[in-house]
């Protein structure tokens, strides 16, 4: 079992949503040294599962955001692109259901197995839906992820965008089943069919909840 270290590694700020909001903050407060007893224990349980993952220092910025408990994924058996800092909790929800029901939803359904999840990114500082005057998204806490597509290992990829209501009905009942896990395993969780902000992408959080939409 691979086990991570805690190193002092440096935030990496990715956008989650290509022009989706302001820009980064530009002044960071200055960082915690120690992770905390509960982000001790997250770190142990993303071990326990057998991920791979890289702990981050806590970071404030301006305008609310934060990276606090966050860790980046290295590693969770299933390629995925774009990810940032992540609060652990979110990291273990994810990594468990990327491994666990996106596999099994993916060999009911398409009888074939996921190589790579797409992702818009996680940490973005920037309002819900990047609309100025609204309250902050769990963007801005690291505390959300977006996930965009999907490429097979027979070759197919299937994305969001283009198959959510696509001419494939295996391929819409997989779609469907992932998204209807993310709302048993998250707190939140949105897609096309909550307004047209998702109409590309699978929203999850760990948020103000349960909903699900």
Known sequence: MRRSGIVAASLLLSSCIPSSGPRPPTREQRP?????????????????QHFLF???????FDNGCSAL?????????TPVTN?????????DRFGQWVRD??????????????????SFGTYACRPVNG???????????????????????????????ADWNGPDE???HFLRAIHDSGCRRFQVVLGPD?????????????GNGPYCR
């Open 101 to 118: 029901s996106v596999q099994s939803a993916a060999k009911a359904w398409l009888r074939s197995r996921v190589v790579k999840v797409e």
């Open 54 to 60: 890289r702990p981050l220092v806590d970071r404030t």
């Open 131 to 161: 609309e100025p005057g609204k309250k902050l998204s769990e963007h801005g806490r690291s505390n959300a992820v977006d996930i965009s597509g999907f490429q097979l290992a027979d070759g197919r990829r299937i994305t969001i965008l």
């Open 69 to 77: 408990g966050a860790v980046q994924l290295i590693d969770i058996g």
């Open 170 to 172: 295996d391929v819409r």
């Open 83 to 91: 990810l940032g800092a992540m609060t652990c909790p979110l990291a």
């Open 194 to 206: 909550a307004n047209a902000f998702h109409r590309n992408h699978l929203h999850m959080d760990l």
């Open 32 to 48: 915690s040294a120690e992770p905390n007893a509960a982000t001790r224990q997250c770190y142990a349980d993303l071990s326990n």
